[in-house]
């Protein structure tokens, strides 16, 4: 079983990007499926895209537009980088291996809020 | 494309068995037998409980399991014990996105 830790700012202001990176450790990001999963307050998931260790992505097309997932074998990580924020975009973030569409392993989360 | 609907509550006391349930379409929970639960406590990240519609996930207990019928999904608890009180959420694969999850049902434990 794998960990993943996410990290970055936890205040992004409106109109600008919000980035993410998910250090994974206690295996090799090769060979696997990556995604980032988010919850605002109080609400439900939504699954936000994936990447392959290759560096294939899959995205949700709701977001699809503002959306840019990498990755970094060397580092054993993987990025978001989410642009034109607004405050619909404050939630608590996942990072997550991924398997048949299900998610077996998933980070601590990291709440980002979108304020100026 | 809209979530999977679930129950917002469902309520049961201790030893008894409740049914959490999760509504979707043919081209989600109808169409693809990638169905999963997940339990959520409060400030925790999600957690694997059940997918493929009902293979456990490693170290989950046989309390939990699942089922399909159609066009919904069911994920039964029995024998409920106090630490089951959480938020339960489904989840399926669709034709255009990898993944969606239903809205979500708070387990009370009486």
């Known amino acids: 079983q794998v960990q993943l830790q996410e990290s970055g700012p936890g205040l992004v202001k409106p109109s600008e990007t919000l980035s993410l990176t998910c250090t994974v450790s206690?295996?090799?990001?090769?060979?696997?499926?990556w995604s980032w999963i988010r919850q605002p307050p109080g609400k439900g998931l939504e699954w936000i895209g994936y990447?392959?260790?290759?560096?294939?992505?899959n995205y949700n097309p709701s977001l699809k537009s503002r959306l840019t997932l990498s990755l970094d074998t060397s580092k054993n990580q993987f990025s978001l980088k989410l642009n034109s924020v607004t405050a619909a975009d404050t939630a608590v973030y996942y990072c997550?291996?991924?398997?048949?569409?299900?998610?077996?392993?998933w980070g601590q989360g990291t709440l980002v809020t979108v304020s100026s | 494309q809209s979530a999977l609907t679930q129950p917002a509550s469902v309520s049961g006391s201790p030893g008894q068995s409740i049914t959490i349930t999760c509504a979707g379409t043919?081209?989600?929970?109808?169409?693809?037998?990638?169905v999963s639960w997940y339990q959520q406590h409060p400030g925790k990240a999600p957690k694997l409980l059940i997918y493929?519609?009902?293979s456990r996930s490693s170290g989950i207990s046989h309390r939990f399991s699942g089922s399909k019928s159609g066009s919904t999904a069911s994920l039964t608890i029995s024998e409920l014990q106090a630490e089951d009180e959480a938020d339960y959420y489904c989840?399926?694969?669709?034709?255009?996105?990898?993944?969606?999850f239903g809205g979500g049902t708070k387990l009370t434990v009486l």
């Open positions: 989840s399926s694969h669709t034709f255009n996105t990898l993944v969606i």
């Open positions: 493929y519609v009902s």
């Open positions: 206690g295996g090799s990001i090769s060979g696997n499926y």
């Open positions: 990447i392959y260790y290759t560096g294939n992505t």
């Open positions: 997550t291996r991924t398997t048949n569409f299900d998610f077996p392993d």
């Open positions: 043919s081209s989600d929970v109808g169409g693809y037998d990638y």
